[in-house]
């Protein structure tokens, strides 16, 4: 008994010499000693290291390459920061897809989710894309949060070139030096050939 009570003063000995420590230590110190108790204990950083990452140093000082290569970190860091939410994902209401009692896990067949909310006749006129036909939305789209606007898998013509050959593309007259494939076309679903927009028809036929 006497040997238990020895060692439980021991380790209360042994927290308060820890946390007067970590208290009169320096944060390098403090880092090093809590190394020692703890896993996963991130690496110290200086606060000239911390802004040469974060590009925090108000005073802009540096050299223009200096500049240059934190800005060109930063980029890096935000490379896949979110740009656009599914709203219900967003808003934690995850019973709007999803039903734990079904073995899919979602409320209706995958095909037929997202008109659930999206008015589905928005989606089917005289042509209809085919992603779309099927229902398979998510060749194009991310189904909660993605680093492009529209909860988009890739930007514009990257996107479409998953699918459609980026040379017979290219081949097409009226896409020489041209980018950006929205510009004339809809993703979805379109009264005219090609989907193109109804703007760009008009000027077809001005032409």
Known sequence: MLSVSIKIRNK???FFILVFLLITSGCAANRQLAAVFFDGVPEYQTTSESNKVSGSNKNEKGSPEERRNVAAINRKKNAN???????????RKCEKCHDRN??????VPKNELCFQCHKKERFFQKFVHGPVAPGTCLSCHYPHKSPNPYLLRYTDEKLCFQCHEPDEIRKIKDHKNRAGCLKCHDPHTQNN???LKPEIMKKFKAI
């Open 12 to 14: 209360i000995t042994h």
């Open 193 to 195: 050939k090609f989907f």
């Open 81 to 91: 920061a979110t740009v656009s939410i599914h709203k219900p994902f967003g808003e």
């Open 102 to 107: 079904k073995k899919s896990f979602l409320v």
